[in-house]
């Protein structure tokens, strides 16, 4: 009998042993689990922290601030819109200044961050925040996306970014980088974002995304999609993300997303730059309403030649005996074309002779004026 009742306890005792042994380890397990899990994007946060909170728009935060440095950063290089950030916010230092402001000096301020509807657009959004909001930029996608000039992206942004609340800013960068991390196969294209999200949400992505402050999440992306996860060229072995990434794993980081290859058509076109001087002025033209660079002022420009027959953005030279230069002085491209640029002297008579004479004269020395950027560089050849 005691025998019995001595094994029995054995028996107990070692069962209670293992089961309290077993339940630590399910709960270290877990909690091991939990803080890998956390630790994935940890390292990155702090990288793109140590690294880059020193850049402009995030040292002084606002939310005006982030939504003129997320539409500058669309399309344009950080180390442009580091030039020109602050000196716009300086310009233009909140919503009111912004809506007030006249095109030509929304133009000016604008110079050399390109593509200038995005700036036309920031003008137009500024009006509606204050017209429909109250001058309160708000943090719900739905009513963002009612603003005239806020799209999809932007939207997005500011809620992640500005308020720092749950949203995915899903723009190329981005893009590249979950698919690679996650090693989605999905293609590249107008699609992608879509896709990718639905792809997220159906791996259950968005919520390991989730438990991250999504205003360093998003940004530390964004850093890690311009230094090593480019889109033709990555650097894996310095990359905060490489214990985690898919991609870097199996072996080839560039398959992700898929380029389907597209030809692109460009075209060719030369064209001509006239200075017409008199005095120390120069005759400038505005660019016209629905061209390119509309409202801008430029040099008298003609087409002397195009692959592209149905351009309508400048009249056509024609059969005018005019003594062209047989090479080209610079080289500029715009959309799907790359220009050849030719400068041609005229006196006033001549020029009104063969061409009419509109448009005013300008003293180009004289402060910041709204000419396009081929105008700048024909200057130099004055
Ligand atoms: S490890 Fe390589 S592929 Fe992966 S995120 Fe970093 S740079 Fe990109």
Redesign the pocket.
Known sequence: MLHFLLTLQKFSLKKLLLSIAKTISEQYHLELTCDLKYAMFKELINWSLENYSNLPWRKNRSLYGTLISEIMLQQTTVPTVLNKFEKFLERFPNLESLANASDEELMIAWKGLGYYRRAKNLKIAADDILKKYQGKIPDNLDLLKQIKGIGEYTSNAIVAIGHNKRALSLDANLER?LC??YSLPLKKGPNLKKELKEELTRLKIVDKLDKYPPRNLMEGLMD?GRT??QANK???KN?P??SD?K??KIGN?LKYPKVVPKKKLFFGLDLLRVFVKKENKILMIKRRPGTWLEGQWEIPTFIIRTDDLRLNQYPFLGRKNLNIPNVFSFKTNITNYKINNFILNMTEKNFKKHFGLNGGFFDPKVGEQNFTTATLKALKFL
Do not use: E, F, G, S
Request: hydrophobic share 40%; proline share 6%; net charge neutral.
């Open positions: 980088v690679r991390i890690l090593y996860c990555v650097d894996c990359c993300m490489n990434c991609a870097y980081p």
